[in-house]
């Protein structure tokens, strides 16, 4: 049967470029398949959207992902998620509710983002077929397969134990009750029964949800809600300036790479990288530490340049597209975000994650079991500490071999094609209703 055509389709989303890149790609994708696709995010994106040729629709909170205070408070190991939820997210509540209702007029689909909170109520509401997303494995939550807790990741280690996933997962769901209570109150204001948690089971379609990542990092488990299907990553790799990374605009680093042995990338992506901190100039000590190449990735922040001069061996950089300078790094070292997590496995790089917060100690987690990663915690992340890491990590031929491995696996799952197979598949469902 013939896919059906000129749908419109809302895919909403909230947060870093890592969050809005994959539903970029999934609207530049179904652009080109004839639909009519609008991505409905913050503001600050309008510009980076639209010149893409895709629609936009803002949906508040309007954030700054470079806003330092913000994001220091949001990678704060021990309450960043909560803070996030219940001081950034749960306030513009009704007024992402009414952004996104606006945006979803006359739409025949809309897409999801785990924290569009809004979302699931403008679907029922309006009788839209409905597609849910995740990007991360922790944000289906099994106690089959326990996540890594960004306050507590030696709990870890307890889901061995007869019952004791099972009490973490209850545990968790009671700590953040409270969190999501706003969304309950709306959901009952517009008529709609209570649903499920937010955070868990609410933030998932009854019919299509989808998983944005390699069946690599998690496989299907018992308790992961029904129609869950893994997609693999989404990949979106065009520069947010419109420039076209290491090959194109910026010659002195191609130059660079061109002169010698591949180098250590040391990025902390898109958010991090506002609450830096020394990061860089630790990072700057490890590689003169065990005399390796490097790429020091920024972002457009003077005070993350070190400012102690750079040996001939080491470049500094605002940006470099990770799809094009990766795969020339002899590693990676990174926060663990989802988005450049999964560029270093399409890459098939080695990598060392040093995580602060929300879904990047789960993140990590999985790629050390993976066998491609090794971990450092922030507060442990000193010159002569990620000096160790990086010559053990460049060290193991086996682990530089299975990364590889894990590059031509990822490669070739092909999630852009997948996913947006998937969404058509649901508005041919919801069309023969």
């Not at 209702?101 to 739409?107: I, V």
Request: aromatic share 6%; charged share 25%; proline share 8%.
């Amino acid at each position: 049967m013939a896919r059906v055509k000129g749908r419109r389709i809302v895919l909403a989303t909230l947060g870093s470029y890592g969050d809005v890149n994959p539903y970029l790609g999934l609207a530049v994708e179904l652009a080109a398949r004839g639909h009519e696709p609008v991505l409905a995010t913050s503001a600050y994106y309008r510009d980076y959207v639209e010149s893409q040729g895709v629609g936009f629709r803002p949906i508040r909170p309007d954030v700054d992902p470079g806003d330092t205070v913000l994001v220091r408070r949001i990678l704060d190991r021990w309450r960043g998620t909560e803070r996030l939820v219940r001081e950034l997210l749960m306030p513009s509540l009704r007024a992402s509710y009414e952004d996104l209702s606006s945006a979803a007029e006359g739409a025949d689909l809309l897409v999801t983002h785990p924290i569009t909170f809004s979302g699931p109520i403008v679907a029922e509401e309006r009788g839209l077929a409905w597609v849910s997303t995740v990007l991360s494995p922790i944000s289906l939550f099994s106690e089959h397969d326990l996540p890594v807790f960004p306050p507590a990741p030696w709990m870890k280690r307890l889901e061995r134990l007869p019952g004791a996933a099972r009490a973490i997962v209850a545990l968790a769901r009671r700590a953040t009750r409270e969190w999501t209570e706003p969304v309950a109150r709306l959901r009952e204001e517009r008529g709609l029964p209570p649903g499920g948690n937010p955070l868990f089971e609410g933030q998932h379609s009854p019919d299509c949800a989808l998983a944005l990542f390699s069946r690599l990092l998690a496989r299907p488990q018992p308790d992961w809600p029904e129609h869950v299907r893994v997609m693999g990553h989404v990949f979106y790799d065009r520069a947010p300036d419109g420039g076209s990374g290491v090959a194109g605009g910026r010659r002195g680093l191609a130059d660079f790479l061109d002169r010698g042995p591949a180098p250590v990338v040391f990025t902390l992506g898109s958010s991090a990288v506002a609450a830096a901190g020394d990061f860089y100039e630790e990072s700057l000590d490890a590689a003169r530490r065990i005399g390796v190449r490097a790429v020091l990735l920024t972002g457009p922040r003077p005070e993350n340049r070190p400012a102690q001069p750079l040996p001939d061996g080491v470049r500094v950089a605002d940006y470099a597209s990770y799809a094009e300078l990766f795969p020339r790094s002899a590693a990676v070292v990174h926060q663990g975000g989802i988005g450049t997590l999964a560029q270093a496995l399409r890459a098939g790089v080695p990598m060392l994650v040093v995580p602060f917060a929300h879904d990047q100690p789960d993140n990590a987690h999985r790629a050390e079991r993976l066998g491609v990663a090794r971990v450092l915690a922030p507060r442990r992340y000193r010159g002569a500490t990620a000096g160790r890491e990086l010559r053990a990590l460049l060290g193991a031929p086996s682990l530089r071999e299975r990364a590889a491995e894990v590059g031509r696996v990822v490669r070739a799952e092909d999630g852009l094609r997948r996913a947006c197979d998937a969404i058509e598949e649901r508005l041919e469902s919801a069309g023969r209703r």
